[in-house]
């Protein structure tokens, strides 16, 4: 089975603290990405990358910045965070986007 | 970029209710989509899934799915269901051409009462 491992299951950091999120998978596959998930609005996309060190805006990529220096590992990083990036963020994995794999996720609490 | 709407927000039934959760999306091109479910603190699932062939997809633990072009649905049914299937359902769509913009809906929970 594919696995995507997201480093941290629970975060707390502070206002303006840059922040990141680790994610890493382990079938090889090209694309990744990173939606944030809020009660009532579903999964939002805020990046994606389709190759080593190719990034995509999503919806929402305000705020947010990603790196994928191996085709392995994509990071999320919250340049400055702010209380209103507190969420639940979920990394996927898929090849040719033929159905997404989904990390346990990572929720982050901004105070 | 296309969209999709789930109408339904909470959805209680009673256990053996029949179930149906609607799904719209917007998009004119040829479209994939999908059905994932999260149960109570775990990760999304994905339920089942449409490419092509035979508008009736039929998912695990008995959900199935009906692609209706001329109404842009994807309607996601369960004859029977049971308390386990407490969980929140997410439908989603993929262009055809474009497989790397997987969009949500905002998701319908489910509450079967046993």
């Known amino acids: 089975d594919v696995k995507v491992t997201q480093s941290s299951r629970y975060l707390v950091k502070r206002t303006g603290e840059k922040v990141f999120l680790e994610c890493v998978q382990d079938m090889d596959h090209e694309n990744m990405f990173w939606y944030r998930q809020d009660p009532g609005l579903g999964l939002r996309l805020i990046y994606f990358s389709y190759d080593v060190k190719m990034k995509e805006k999503g919806d929402i990529p305000e705020g947010y910045s990603v790196s994928r220096e191996k085709k392995e590992r994509f990071s999320l990083i919250l340049e400055s965070a702010s209380t209103n990036q507190t969420s639940m963020y979920l990394c996927a994995s898929s090849f040719a986007g033929y159905g997404y794999t989904f990390g346990s996720g990572t929720r982050l609490t901004v105070v | 970029a296309q969209s999709v709407s789930q109408h339904n927000h909470h959805v209680i039934l009673s256990e053996a209710a029949s179930l149906e959760l609607g799904c719209n999306y917007s998009y004119g091109g040829t479209v994939n989509l999908f059905w994932y479910v999260q149960y109570p603190g775990q990760h999304l699932q994905l339920l089942l899934k449409?490419?092509?062939?035979?508008?009736l997809v039929k998912g695990i633990k008995g959900f199935e799915a009906e692609f209706i072009k001329s109404k842009f649905s994807f309607n996601l049914r369960k004859p029977s269901v049971q308390w386990s299937d407490t969980a929140e359902y997410f439908c989603?769509?993929?262009?055809?051409?474009?497989?790397?913009?997987?969009?949500f809906g905002a998701g319908t929970r489910l509450t079967v009462k046993p």
């Open positions: 449409y490419f092509s062939g035979d508008p």
């Open positions: 989603a769509v993929t262009s055809g051409n474009n497989n790397n913009d997987m969009r």
